[in-house]
């Protein structure tokens, strides 16, 4: 029962086949027949034999265009390989530029900071100049009024000195006269010792000889006006 519904299905197969095949062969044939323009079987294989040397030709081209490409692909792997090297070494530069942009950062930071601290210094030191340089116009003031002070005292002192050495010169010529009044004094002491017992014409001679001879003791008393009274009064005087 199962064998031969399986021959029949396959003879049903068949049949369909062949009648298809009947059919695509009437098309062909009424294509043919009806076709005005149908080439010849030497112009097909003709043909065919351009088409072939086309065919080969052109998988020629295509595997030198294919080797082309491999060699392509090849060198774009190796390029895109060099690249990434190329750019890990510039990632590993850049990182490192980073690094040192960030320090140089840090470092402009701290130079700033001690930019700022100089300018402030420097705009201290300025102010203690400006202070030393009043100070200093004041100190020259006061160098002038000690320098006219001192030339004042020295001019005093010239003058005091000039004072001095004429005090001296002075107290020298006193000492000179006292000197004198004391020769004068101890002559006429003597001379009035030995006069005592003698003429007072005698004293008043002698006096008037002191005073024409010292002038400078003072004495001038003429001889008329000598007397007993008078030569009481010299020796007490000279006594």
């Known amino acids: 029962m199962a064998s031969s ?3 029949q299905t396959t003879r049903n197969i068949v049949i369909a086949f062949l009648a298809l095949w009947s059919v695509i062969s009437l098309i062909i044939i009424v294509v043919w027949a009806t076709s005005p323009d149908m080439k010849s079987a030497s112009q097909c294989r003709a043909e065919l034999q351009a088409l072939t040397e086309k065919l080969e030709g052109a998988k020629v081209v295509w595997t030198k265009d294919r080797r082309a490409l491999e060699d392509l692909v090849r060198q ?3 390029n895109q390989t060099a690249q990434l090297e190329e750019i890990g070494a510039l ?5 490192e530029t980073n690094s040192s942009l960030s320090f140089c950062q ?3 930071a701290i130079l700033y900071g001690n930019i700022t601290a100089l300018e402030k210094e420097i705009e201290e030191h300025e102010k203690m100049a400006a202070n030393l340089t009043s100070e200093n116009f004041l100190q020259k003031d006061t160098i002038e009024l000690l320098q006219l002070n001192l030339n004042q005292t020295a001019h005093q002192f010239e003058s005091s000195e000039a004072l001095r050495s004429s005090a001296v010169s002075q107290q020298k010529a006193a000492e000179s006269k006292t000197k004198a009044c004391e020769s004068t004094k101890h ?4 001379q009035l010792q030995r006069c005592k017992n003698d003429d007072p014409a005698c004293i008043c001679s002698h006096l008037e000889y002191v005073a024409e001879s010292f002038p400078a003791v003072g004495i001038c008393i003429p001889v008329e006006h000598c007397s007993t009274e008078w030569q009481d009064d010299a020796l007490s005087i000279w006594t």
């Open 5 to 7: 519904k399986s021959s």
């Open 76 to 78: 774009g792997w190796a």
């Open 91 to 95: 990632t590993a530069t850049l990182q």
């Open 106 to 108: 840090q470092e402009s």
């Open 187 to 190: 002559y006429i002491q003597k």
